[in-house]
């Protein structure tokens, strides 16, 4: 409803703030070892490893627009070399152009957004990591 929509949009916030080496894990475990995992059970460990370089070339090519040519084409060889490292065993690779798209992309990104809600903002009660936030909150609905 539109009424909880409006309240939640005002309503008091605590903002969770990560470490990159915190992300990057996270992001390695969600976004490619268990999508390979996902394809290989569903169409078997070859065409499954074809389809998880695919989807995530797509993803990456998707952002062409705001990434720029050049941070585009330096991504994606990257991410090119990440998948050959991946496929001789080294998982890590992948932060290689993982990283770059948090901190170059992403990051930015979210920080606009926060600066554009300036004036409309919601109070923010506490920022931290995920301990500290969770303590925030039992402190606050206590």
């Known amino acids: 409803p539109l009424d909880f929509w409006h309240a939640l949009q005002q309503a008091p916030r605590i903002r969770i703030e990560m470490p990159l080496d915190w992300r990057l894990d996270q992001l390695r475990r969600d976004y490619i070892e268990a999508l390979e995992q996902g394809y290989a059970a569903r169409f078997g460990p070859e065409e499954g490893w074809q389809r998880m ?23 994606q060889r990257m991410q090119a070399m990440a998948f050959r490292a991946h496929a001789a ?4 690779a992948h932060e290689a152009w993982l990283a770059p ?42």
């Open 101 to 142: 798209l948090l901190t170059e992309y992403y990051d930015p990104l979210y920080r606009y957004h926060l600066e554009k809600q300036q004036g409309n903002r919601p109070t923010e009660l506490h920022i931290g990591d995920w301990e500290s936030c969770l303590a925030a909150a039992k402190q606050w609905s206590a």
């Open 53 to 75: 370089q695919r989807q995530l070339a797509s993803a990456l090519e998707r952002l062409a627009k705001r990434l720029g040519n050049a941070r585009l084409q330096r991504l």
């Open 89 to 92: 065993g080294d998982i890590q």
